[in-house]
């Protein structure tokens, strides 16, 4: 397969690029920095997500796809921290178990990772915990010139959300930083962290969770962003938008029938679709 053929038929899913992404991040964090995850947690992360992925596929009669459970996989072993390893394992089946069995009209109702950590860091709050969002200047800016560049030359269905609760939060931070009378450089420090930029871009903006309509989408970030300034700055939680996103996906059955839209496929079943509905309309001459 040439290179063009082959850059197209990755160019028909984000997922393709979003697991390039995150398998470079993990080798950056692993080379840069102190905090990157250990090989047993990239193993039973990667491993129980496509254990499981392939178990509940089997029992479910679906169609086994590697690809979500191994992104998955990989932003559980980068921001989840534990004092254990089974953690990892539980983990896995939390986040392959949410799409298979807690699903609304079709769709899934929390993103899968973020549910597990949220659950995870609840239920064991004193040996569970995420992980530190620094990952050093070098790190975090290739991170997100590599975020930028897969919304730029990619064109992502509803690659609206992650930006778009980027510049909210950052309006919250800075807004409150003038409100008290802070010095710019603390909320400037809050935005480059690592963590955020996995949330903005890999969680709150994943299509098969949030509303389908752009004014439901606005909507549901003002929400997440509400929920994750009072949790973190009116509780002392560090985990405020872990907790909050998958309380605003509570909300989004609510949203979308306020604000329907259509839902979203991923691309290259997309493209099958299509080309089966232009088979079924080709009208073929007889001889």
């Not at 807004?175 to 008290?180: F, I, M, Y």
Request: hydrophobic letters at 50%; aromatic letters at 14%.
């Amino acid at each position: 397969m040439s290179g063009s053929r082959l850059f197209e038929k990755m160019a028909r899913d984000p997922r393709h690029f979003q697991i390039l992404i995150l398998s470079s991040l993990i080798v950056l964090q692993s080379a840069g920095s102190d905090f990157g995850p250990e090989v047993p947690v990239i193993l039973l992360s990667l491993g129980g997500c496509l254990f499981f992925q392939t178990l509940f596929s089997k029992i479910f009669r679906v169609r086994f796809d590697f690809r979500s459970p191994l992104i998955s996989g990989m932003s559980l072993s980068i921001l989840l921290k534990a004092s254990s390893l089974w953690f990892f394992a539980l983990g896995a089946l939390i986040v392959v178990g949410s799409k298979f069995l807690i699903r609304f009209r079709g769709k899934h109702l929390f993103n899968p990772t973020n549910l597990a950590i949220v659950v995870l860091t609840l239920l064991f709050p004193s040996v569970v915990w995420i992980s530190p969002g620094q990952w050093g200047q070098g790190v975090w800016l290739a991170f997100f010139l590599c975020c930028a560049a897969l919304l730029v030359l990619y064109q992502i269905p509803r690659r609206d959300m992650g930006p778009m609760f980027f510049l909210m939060w950052m309006g919250a931070l800075f807004g409150r930083a003038l409100w008290l009378g802070d010095p710019l450089s603390i909320p400037l420090h809050q935005m480059q962290n690592g963590a955020l930029l996995i949330f903005c871009f890999f969680m709150i903006s994943d299509p098969k969770t949030i509303p389908n309509r752009f004014a439901g989408r606005v909507v549901f970030g003002l929400l997440v962003a509400l929920i994750a300034y009072v949790i973190q700055f009116g509780f002392y939680r560090t985990d405020g938008l872990m907790i909050a996103l998958a309380a605003g996906c509570l909300f989004t059955p609510l949203i979308d029938f306020l604000l329907p839209g259509t839902a979203y496929q991923w691309g290259d079943r997309i493209q099958k679709h299509n080309k089966h509905k232009e088979a079924k309309l080709c009208i073929h001459p007889t001889s």
